[in-house]
Nanobody, 124 residues
């Protein structure tokens, strides 16, 4: 059974950093692409970043480029999202998602399995 569990969210001041983790279980992460998404209250879910199953291709939304870094450790079955220079507009529930495929996209409809999400709040 494919399961994803996010962790690492919390309250941080503007300009601060957080590292989110997405722990995978029930499947071999090596064959799956991973995406990070977020959803703020009253807004649609948006793609933040994604990484191909090999890690060779990575994409970022323009809103987080140069501030967020995605990485994966297949041996640990974990994908990370390092978030630096956080802004209040980054406040949202962050989700990881996966699909057994080579490449990744920032489209939520392209993913089959989702975690429960972790809350990130950026506020002074």
């Amino acid at each position: 059974q494919v399961q994803l569990e996010e962790s690492g969210g919390g309250l941080v001041q503007p300009g601060g950093s957080l590292r989110l983790s997405c722990a995978a279980s029930g499947f071999t992460l090596d064959y799956y692409a991973i995406g990070w998404f977020r959803q703020a209250p009253g807004k649609e879910r948006e793609g933040v970043s994604c990484i191909s199953r090999s890690g060779g291709r990575i994409y970022y939304a323009d809103s987080v480029k140069d501030r967020f870094t995605i990485s994966r450790n297949n041996a640990e079955s974990t994908v990370y999202l390092q978030m630096n220079s956080l802004k209040p507009e980054d406040t949202a529930v962050y989700y990881c998602a996966t699909k057994r495929r080579l490449w990744c996209t920032l489209g939520a409809d392209d993913y089959d399995y989702w975690g429960q999400g972790t809350q990130v709040t950026v506020s002074s």
